[in-house]
């Protein structure tokens, strides 16, 4: 019966290190993209200790789709929510200290997105500024220029 007990909270604790992973990989991903698409080198990565052994991002701080376990660069994918499991000790109070870093450095992504975001925004509304300002010189040079 005990045995059953700690499956069932294992397995809680991996399903819900599954989905903080994910979700960390869906906010690196859109981050990435983001970046990417307006040709912006990426922010200065924050460093996260997930777990002991584990850090996001990864030893090249460009790549935000890897994760560095013992020394290796590996995939999101490879990053087992079992190994973190094992890492914590299958302690909760580690393990919940693992998802609360993991949530963080998602949250860290979304914010780097949204700033990304609004000084984009902001460029576009000074090119707008900028534009109209040279139409009007255009116009009092041609109204100039009349006869």
């Not at 399903?15 to 912006?40: H, I, K, M, P």
Request: proline share 5%; hydrophobic share 45%; aromatic share 4%.
């Amino acid at each position: 019966m005990r045995e059953q007990k700690l499956e069932e909270v294992l397995d809680v604790m991996e399903r819900v290190l599954g989905a903080a992973l994910r979700n960390l990989q869906e906010a690196a991903t859109a981050l990435d993209r983001a970046y990417s698409d307006w040709g912006r080198p990426l922010p200065r990565p924050r460093k996260f200790i997930i777990a002991p052994g584990v850090v996001w991002p990864g030893g090249n701080p460009a790549d935000l789709m890897r994760v560095r376990v013992d020394g290796e660069d590996l995939n999101f994918v490879l990053v087992l929510s079992t190994d973190i499991v094992k890492r914590c000790r299958g302690q909760p109070r580690l393990v919940l200290r693992a998802v609360r870093r993991l949530q963080a450095a998602a949250a860290w992504c979304h914010r780097r997105a949204d700033g990304l975001k609004r000084a984009i925004q902001n460029e576009m509304a000074q090119q707008h500024e900028a534009l109209a300002d040279l139409e009007a010189e255009l116009v009092l040079k041609t109204l100039g220029e009349a006869p």
